[in-house]
């Protein structure tokens, strides 16, 4: 299966997602030395508080990285498709092509596309 460039977008998104879970493990870290008595009992706590907060923020902005990047490859992929179904109808008459457009769908974009191209061919003028 072939791997998608991520969005700048979805690359946001993971990178606030590490930079929280940076934060977190840092919090986390406080949290455990103020449970051995290294740092006061109070700085472990609001460690152990940051540590939690963080994580979940982490994984909000993760799903949301993730979401995007499913999104951004199911665009991508749907483009690919058009492009391979405008390859395969390219040979067909306008009728068919005009019948493809009335059913809808992925190739009715593609025999739309198909229609107009040929429509701006025979406008435009012709230069000897």
């Known amino acids: 299966m072939r791997r998608h460039a991520l ?16 934060v977190a493990a840092a919090g986390y870290a406080v949290g455990l030395a103020g449970v051995r008595g ?7 706590l609001l460690g152990l508080s940051l540590g ?3 994580t979940v923020v982490a994984f909000f902005f993760g799903l949301r990285a993730h979401n995007r990047a499913l999104t951004d490859q199911e665009i991508s992929s749907r483009r ?10 390219g040979n067909k008459d306008d009728e ?3 019948s493809i457009v009335r059913r809808g769908g992925p190739a009715a974009d593609a025999a739309r596309l198909i ?4 429509s701006d061919r025979q406008d435009s003028p012709r230069r000897s």
């Open 52 to 54: 939690v907060a963080a």
């Open 7 to 22: 969005s700048d977008a979805a690359r946001e998104y993971r990178s606030a997602m590490w930079i929280l879970a940076g």
């Open 115 to 118: 229609l107009k191209g040929r």
């Open 38 to 44: 290294n740092v006061p009992r109070l700085a472990g």
């Open 80 to 89: 690919s498709m058009i492009v391979l179904l405008a390859a395969e109808l």
């Open 96 to 98: 068919t092509l005009a």
